[in-house]
């Protein structure tokens, strides 16, 4: 018990103290435990790296630094009957559903994100293809979208599914709960200051800056929080998981 100075122990006053000593003493010295606080003291420390590092920010750039031209990847235009009567409408219609683990499902409007707390960030898109842009997205945070709905403590994954289909299935994509509190995951519809295009996924894409270019979905109608990704899709997280084997964990 060296670690503990005299000065931390005052605090607890001497019972407190006395309490603490003799609980680890007792604990320490069994020699199981001195095995895995030992041999945990690593682990812990790496845990802890990686956790912190989850929740670090991604760079964001001043407006001088924004790309001119940010290119329209994957889906240029669902252009599905159902997408167009949207597009004819300006999204008037259009509702995100919140929903699976949640104790308050909800449908929000386009006008409904936008009278939520509101975040801006100007953050570089790296596509694994090889190309980055740098652009200015904003909307509310999904951690406050998940916490107006109830998310509940058994959700372990919030899985997106978007208008656009490849070969008759939706593009979807999912994040874990790290990712989905992370203060710059938003569920953007505004870039650059306007709703968002056609082409970058109007009228609301999700924008999860610590994350490569596919995870950031595009035309999402349904969040839903879930326990598992087995029997979704192919089970494998997402549309380019599924399909050619891409890294579900696409952190960068
Ligand atoms: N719904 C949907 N989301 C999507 C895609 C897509 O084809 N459909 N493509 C992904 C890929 S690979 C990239 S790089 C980005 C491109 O976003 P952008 O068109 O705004 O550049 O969207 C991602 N999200
Ligand atoms: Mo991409």
Redesign the pocket.
């Known amino acids: 018990m060296t670690i503990v100075t005299r000065r931390a122990l005052v605090g607890f006053g001497a019972a407190g103290a006395g309490l603490l000593l003799s609980g680890c003493d007792q604990l320490a010295n069994q020699p199981g435990f001195r095995k895995i606080l030992f041999s945990g003291d690593k682990i812990n420390r790496g845990l802890q790296r990686a956790l912190s590092d989850r929740a670090t920010l991604a760079p964001e750039f001043r407006a001088d630094q924004m790309s001119p031209n940010?290119?329209?990847?994957?889906?240029?235009n669902p252009n599905t009957p159902d997408y167009n009567v949207h597009v004819a409408s300006r999204f008037a219609d259009w509702r995100v559903q919140i929903g699976g683990l949640v104790d308050r499902p909800l449908s929000l409007s386009i006008p409904d994100l936008g009278a939520m707390p509101q975040r801006a960030q100007i953050t570089r898109?790296d596509?694994?293809?090889g190309w980055s842009?740098i652009g200015k997205w904003q909307g509310p945070m999904l951690g406050t979208v998940l916490q107006a709905a109830g998310v509940r403590t058994s959700a372990r994954y919030i899985v997106f599914t978007?208008?656009?289909l490849?070969n008759g299935a939706p593009?979807y994509?999912s994040i874990d709960m790290v990712d989905a509190f992370h203060p710059q995951t938003i569920l953007a519809w505004a870039m650059n200051d306007q709703r968002l295009s056609v082409?970058?996924?109007a009228p609301v894409?999700l924008r999860v800056e610590r994350q490569l270019?596919?995870?950031?979905?595009?035309?999402v109608a349904k969040v839903d929080a879930v326990a598992s990704l087995d029997g979704i899709g192919r089970g494998q997280g997402g549309?380019?998981e599924d399909a050619i084997g891409y890294d579900w964990y696409a952190g960068i």
Do not use: L
């Open positions: 940010f290119r329209v990847n994957g889906t240029r898109h596509c694994v293809e842009a978007c208008a656009d490849y593009y994509e082409g970058h996924g894409r270019g596919y995870k950031h979905a595009k035309y549309y380019w």
